[in-house]
């Protein structure tokens, strides 16, 4: 008897919509409506007698079998994408794509990209973004960029740098509230929350047997949270890459001389363990490796 199979166009319409967290995104990158996108995850849903989605207002989340299901059909879309064809016309070709944290992009990546395009200019690069610490599954990227613990079972995964991280505050907030002489002295202090840096390792370098701060405004995005000290929010912490032009300007101040000297998250390489890469991904590997091994 002859299996039915999912159509194709469902499955790329399950997969777009799984990337970006959104029905109204994946139809543009499909040139569809909407409604048509909607309509194929029906059919595919239909066709699985299972739920891929669970739909909240303009956003969707993944349920428990749609998260198992798209690794299978991500395998199954590159298996089919990555098939040679001898006819087909193969001058752009030479292509990685790469997925980045936002922050990563545009203090490191964007100012240091030229230097590759310069040394491979036939190499197309396309770029996209996504949010560290909450989807954890390797895209259809050929490589990616996260900021995490390094912990990602079956992959390859290069540590990029190691950079301190360190308190900062803007000079209005720091008129609000009395002088910071010493780390004990942000108990008068708003402290800003992110997981992407927390609070608690910084303390113990710092001889604070405090608990990581369980109130306030949290952000969970590098470059907001820097904005937000910027913006008079209360006290963060971040790094030089990221810091350095904001203290530079005077718009936010480094504050005392302690530095979390090896901090818990940092910025990983991570890309598929296979038997061949292509070589213009090993290029550009190479390139990210020796890029930010010196910066």
């Known amino acids: 008897m002859a299996t039915r199979l999912p159509p194709v166009h469902a499955l790329s319409a399950f997969e777009a919509a799984a990337r970006f967290g959104s029905f109204a995104v994946a139809a543009e990158e499909l040139c569809i409506t909407p409604s048509a996108l909607s309509?194929?995850?029906?059919?595919?849903?239909?066709?699985?007698?299972?739920?891929?989605?669970?739909?909240?207002?303009?956003?969707?989340?993944?349920?428990?079998?749609?998260?198992?299901?798209?690794?299978?059909?991500?395998?199954?879309?590159?298996t089919l994408s990555d098939f040679p064809l001898p006819n087909k016309v193969t001058q752009n070709q030479m292509r990685v794509k790469v997925t980045l944290p936002p922050t990563f992009a545009r203090y490191m990546f964007m100012p240091r990209l030229s230097s590759f395009t310069a040394l491979h200019p036939d190499i197309e690069i396309e770029v996209y973004l996504f949010v560290p610490l909450y989807d954890l599954s390797l895209s259809e990227s050929d490589v990616e960029v996260r900021f995490g613990a390094g912990e990602y079972p079956n992959l390859v995964t290069h540590k990029l740098f190691i950079e301190p991280s360190f308190a900062v505050g803007s000079p209005a907030y720091l008129k609000t509230i009395p002088p910071l002489n010493t780390p004990a002295d942000l108990r008068h202090a708003r402290l800003l929350?992110?997981?992407?840096?927390?609070?608690?390792?910084?303390?113990?370098?710092?001889?604070?047997?405090?608990?990581?701060?369980?109130?306030?405004?949290?952000?969970?995005?590098?470059?907001?949270?820097?904005?937000?000290?910027?913006?008079?929010?209360?006290?963060?912490?971040?790094?030089?890459?990221?810091?350095?032009d904001l203290i530079r300007s005077g718009e936010v101040v480094k504050l005392f001389d302690t530095q979390l000297a090896t901090p818990p998250h940092a910025y990983y390489l991570v890309h598929e363990a296979q038997p061949s890469i292509r070589p213009e991904v090993q290029l550009f590997i190479e390139w990210m490796q020796s890029t930010y091994q010196h910066s």
């Open 39 to 78: 309509h194929r995850i029906r059919l595919l849903e239909e066709h699985l007698c299972e739920r891929v989605f669970v739909r909240e207002g303009r956003s969707v989340t993944l349920t428990e079998f749609g998260r198992r299901y798209l690794d299978v059909v991500r395998a199954a879309l590159r």
């Open 193 to 244: 929350r992110s997981a992407l840096e927390p609070w608690q390792p910084w303390f113990e370098v710092a001889g604070l047997n405090w608990a990581e701060p369980a109130h306030g405004l949290r952000v969970d995005d590098l470059g907001l949270l820097l904005e937000a000290v910027k913006h008079g929010h209360g006290i963060g912490l971040t790094r030089q890459h990221f810091a350095q």
